[in-house]
């Protein structure tokens, strides 16, 4: 009976904790146009803004080969609160406006006054987050489903100074900002391992029963 316990809890737990890492840790990766950039980042559901995940965290490196600019991501630039503000739009003081957000169905809104694109796993704000110690800051966001080109990801650097790598920003520009690149998301691996190690677990003491039963009837 002991056994038929532990098996179901086994299974429950497999289950039950598995889809919540997945949930809550994403991997992420963007190249393109010099700059490369990976790491993951944690989220939680936005209570404010309609099917949005806060970004709470982010970790990883950061290149721009443009600029000579590489380092470690060491976390979010300044947390955006979302208490008194929607969406919480904030700045950096180098000119890169964010909001950490994540639409994890791909359908950013229209939250920009004037800018007509939208859809993508980040909004036009997108998240910023620093890189290395010398006072960069790095930002990866969505420009949007553009006709011709589907959905455009960007990425951005900016120290306190300024604008150091961010092709075309403005009200004024003739096309979206950044440097366009490949945008990859994919759940942490260590989530599929909890729930593999868990079944494999479930699997090892239904074994472990059935050599009892026939050891029982020799």
Known sequence: MKINCFAT??????????????????????????????????????????????ITGITGTFSDSNVGVSGAIMGLYSPVSYVNTIPGVASTTGGLSYDDLFFPGGNSPQDCAGYPFTGGVFDIFGVAFNVGTAGYVGEIWSNGDIPGLGTVYAAGLANADGLVDNPNAG??????????????????????????????????????????RKASRS
């Open 9 to 54: 809890l086994a299974l429950v737990a497999a289950v039950a904790l598995a889809p919540a890492a997945i949930a809550d840790q994403l991997d992420f990766s963007f190249n393109g146009n010099g700059i490369s950039t990976s790491g993951s980042f944690t989220y939680t559901p936005s209570t404010i803004v309609p099917g949005a995940e806060e």
């Open 171 to 212: 009200p004024s520009a003739p096309v979206p900002p950044g440097e366009y690149g490949d945008l990859t998301i994919t759940p942490e691996p260590s989530s599929v391992l909890l729930l593999g190690s868990g079944l494999f677990g479930l699997a090892g003491l239904v074994k472990e029963r059935r050599n009892r």
